[in-house]
């Protein structure tokens, strides 16, 4: 049996509903930070449980519960998460996926038996990144990834994306 993980980043206050439809989806959810306010993590854990850390603007006494970095176990995959890559633990021994968030720049890669997944921004465009976020499927241990790049909208484009 497949497990349906929606990855989502930099939300930064706003849920957009094509995200909610693809993570209403989902069995679990993880957000690598960067929520801005509590209400956006409420509502995430009306969908799915969720797996999250606290990002450089998760600054308030809501945000006070969520790590900075943290190893957790998905349907027997080792994962670590931190907002920054440069805060990703050293000891990576075991672990087979490592999120990160902050650039706002999707980014894929395996390095050293693992893989490294930054799923960009699915709140706001920044850096002329567009809106993206990742969907894992893991099944037997194995994990496959789908990129999702969001559809800009009118306002996105006025607000200089």
Sequence with gaps: MSRKVGVISDTHGILRPEVLDILRTCDHIVHAGDFDNGSVLEELEDIAPVTAVRGNNDWSSWASRLPRQLTFTLDGVKCTMAHKREDVSWDLQGVQLVVFGHSHQYFQSEAGGR????????????FRCGLSMAMLTIERGEVQVERIDLPLSDRDRLYGF
């Design 115 to 126: 893989l490294w997944l930054n799923p960009g921004s699915c709140g706001r465009p920044r």
